[in-house]
């Protein structure tokens, strides 16, 4: 059971390229999430998804789009790289009311 | 705002010894509150979860309390071991539906042989 798994794990750009970040889950969860974690703060919402083929905003979507085509999978796309956007990415997946499962992130550093 | 503050934001301790973690809160009323531990290049692990009518929970050596009428909570490791060298992560959900968990910035806590 391999949980949350994020690709890539490490990627650099350059600015104004664009990507896009995968998330896998295999426990059948509903809601899939993708955070920000920046150094100094608490782990920021960008996208959410409560099932499959829905996507919602969360606290800083600007510069991102996500898609939910699977319930399985949830991506994150970049599509003009900025530095500002330089972070670590987390990727979660969650039933119900249980805790979040996160991914082992993926560390994108925008030049 | 909502807000969740954790302190001390690092904090150093021997091994074999006990800390307390503290985390206050602004979000009120609140569905639940959590605790996970990160360790450096892994994504968060869920450590412990309350809802507002509970007092304590506890996880193997970690035991977090809850003050839901002063809005505080710590989490308390005994006899540390190295492995707890961790960031420890406080996030609460407001009962205000959808998604909007807050997460505290973190403690960063080392374990020194």
């Known amino acids: 059971n391999a949980g949350v798994t994020q690709t890539p794990k490490f990627r650099v750009l350059k600015t104004g390229q664009s990507m896009t970040l995968l998330c896998a889950q295999d426990?059948?969860?509903?809601?899939m999430y993708w955070y920000r974690q920046d150094p100094g703060m608490g782990l920021r919402l960008i996208h959410y998804?409560?099932?499959?083929?829905?996507?919602a905003k969360g606290e800083v979507p600007d510069g991102y789009n996500v898609s939910r085509l699977k319930k399985q999978n949830f991506l994150l796309g970049l599509e003009s790289a900025a530095p500002s956007q330089t972070s670590v990415y987390f990727c979660a997946s969650m039933a119900g009311n249980q805790p979040q499962h996160f991914g082992d992130g993926t560390r994108l550093s925008i030049l | 705002k909502n807000q969740v503050e954790q302190s001390p934001q690092s904090l150093i301790i021997l091994e074999g010894k006990n800390c307390t973690l503290q985390c206050n809160y602004t979000v009120s009323p609140f569905s639940n509150l959590r605790w996970y531990k990160q360790d450096t290049g892994r994504g968060p692990v869920s450590l412990t979860i309350?809802?507002?009518?509970?007092n304590t929970k506890s996880n193997g050596r970690y035991t977090a309390t809850l003050d839901a009428d002063t809005k505080q909570s710590s989490l308390h490791i005994t006899a540390s071991q190295l492995s707890d060298s961790a960031s420890y992560i406080c996030v609460v959900n407001p009962n205000t539906g959808g998604f909007k968990t807050i997460f505290g910035a973190g403690t960063r806590l080392f374990v020194k042989a």
């Open positions: 309350m809802t507002f009518s509970e």
């Open positions: 998804s409560v099932g499959e083929g829905t996507t």
């Open positions: 426990m059948n969860h509903e809601y």
